[in-house]
């Protein structure tokens, strides 16, 4: 019996996409070495706790388990941190990423989807973002994406690599039956900080900038319910399984809330009030990032389920009230 091996499963996206893998009737293995995630969140499928910087370890896995397809979610993933340590962003994000590939080389699995982000785009030239903008990333942690999504083409090309690149706006939001969330230590997070803010756990919140030009000068994000995230990897897998095309594609709402939407849809879906201190712009913000999914939507037939801000925050609380 096959499994689907998903790496960073105790994780945020990875551990919403093994409950809806899992939850379709599809076997998993989750590889992890619980350095930020949680063994109580990787419950569906089998556990294997192992690190992707030691080949040997994946070995391990690959030998125990029959594999048939790899998803990646195990990467770092704050932008300001990867100015600070640009060298735990590419030894982890690319270099144990190339482990990983190279592991799935020698034991002959080729189906392999990866938590790319539009971060590799850096400041887009025009929105909604399509597929064929060029890749421009401004901050390393773009960068490492940027990296590896050209490493995947050259695999798919000389290795007959099969893949999808999933680029993601922002993931927020918590699996409404909640029985999976985003348990990030130290927490970066606009919508988590809000939440956090709006429950009287911090004094106050920091808005990054104030003169950007957008509607209210504060930078625009597509937020995408990590649930929704989820079903675009069952699809990518269907998708590659059915011989589809390698290649990436774009994940978001296509709709950009501002900075200060997303603290008063808070403050409405928790009836609390959050502080606001005006703070300098931080370093790699683009303005505005907003996805274009038409590709995804058109190849592989994906659809949000919780589009709206408002429910994702909503869902985001129920966890946050639990966790
Ligand atoms: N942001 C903010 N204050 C915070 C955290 C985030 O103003 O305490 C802003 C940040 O500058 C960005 C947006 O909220 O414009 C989303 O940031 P987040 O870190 O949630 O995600 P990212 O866009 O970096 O993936």
């Keep these: 019996m096959k499994r689907v091996l998903i790496v960073g499963g105790a994780g945020y996206i990875g551990s919403h996409t093994n409950k809806l893998l899992s939850g379709n009737g599809i076997k998993t293995v989750v590889f992890d070495n619980l350095s930020?995630?949680?063994?109580?969140?990787?419950?569906?499928?089998?556990?294997?706790?192992?690190?992707?910087?030691?080949?040997?370890?994946?070995?391990?896995?690959f030998k125990k388990y029959k594999i048939s397809a790899v998803m990646h979610f195990s990467a770092f993933a704050f932008v300001?941190?990867?100015?600070?340590?640009?060298?735990?962003?590419?030894?982890?994000?690319?270099?144990?990423?190339l482990n990983l590939l190279n592991a799935m080389r020698a034991a002959g699995v080729a189906k392999f989807i990866f938590s790319s982000s539009c971060a590799v785009y850096g400041e887009p030239a025009c929105l909604?973002?399509?597929?064929?903008?060029?890749?421009?990333p401004v901050?390393?942690?773009?960068?490492?994406?940027?990296?590896?999504?050209?490493?995947?083409?050259?695999?798919?090309?000389?290795?007959?690599?099969?893949?999808?690149?999933?680029?993601?706006?922002n993931a927020a939001g918590a699996d409404p039956d909640g029985e999976t969330g985003e348990l990030h230590n130290p927490e970066t997070h606009l919508i988590p900080l809000v939440l956090a803010a709006a429950a009287g756990r911090l004094k106050d919140i920091k808005v990054f900038g104030s003169d950007y030009k957008t509607p209210d000068g504060t930078c625009l994000r597509d937020y995408i319910h990590v649930t929704d995230l989820?079903?675009?990897?069952?699809?990518?897998?269907?998708?590659?399984?059915?011989?589809?095309?390698?290649?990436?594609?774009?994940?978001?709402?296509?709709?950009?809330?501002?900075?200060?939407?997303?603290?008063?849809?808070?403050?409405?879906?928790?009836?609390?009030k959050v502080k606001i201190v005006k703070a300098p712009r931080r370093a790699g913000d683009p303005a505005a990032l907003v996805a274009s999914s038409f590709l995804i939507k058109k190849k592989m037939g994906?659809?949000?389920?919780?589009?709206?801000l408002e429910e994702i925050v909503r869902t985001a609380w129920e966890w946050h009230k639990k966790n």
């Excluded at 100015?83 to 982890?92: G, Q, S, T, W």
């Design 230 to 272: 989820a079903s675009a990897h069952l699809l990518a897998l269907r998708y590659l399984e059915k011989g589809g095309s390698s290649g990436g594609f774009n994940l978001g709402n296509g709709k950009g809330y501002s900075v200060l939407q997303v603290i008063k849809t808070a403050e409405k879906v928790t009836g609390g």
């Design 128 to 136: 909604p973002m399509k597929e064929n903008l060029p890749f421009n």
């Design 36 to 61: 930020t995630g949680h063994r109580r969140l990787a419950r569906w499928g089998e556990f294997f706790k192992g690190d992707l910087a030691r080949p040997a370890d994946l070995a391990r896995c």
């Design 80 to 97: 300001g941190e990867s100015f600070a340590d640009p060298a735990k962003y590419y030894c982890n994000n690319v270099g144990n990423t």
């Design 302 to 308: 994906w659809k949000p389920r919780y589009a709206g």
């Design 139 to 169: 901050n390393p942690y773009g960068r490492t994406k940027k990296m590896v999504e050209d490493i995947l083409a050259d695999y798919s090309a000389a290795y007959g690599l099969k893949y999808a690149a999933l680029r993601y706006y």
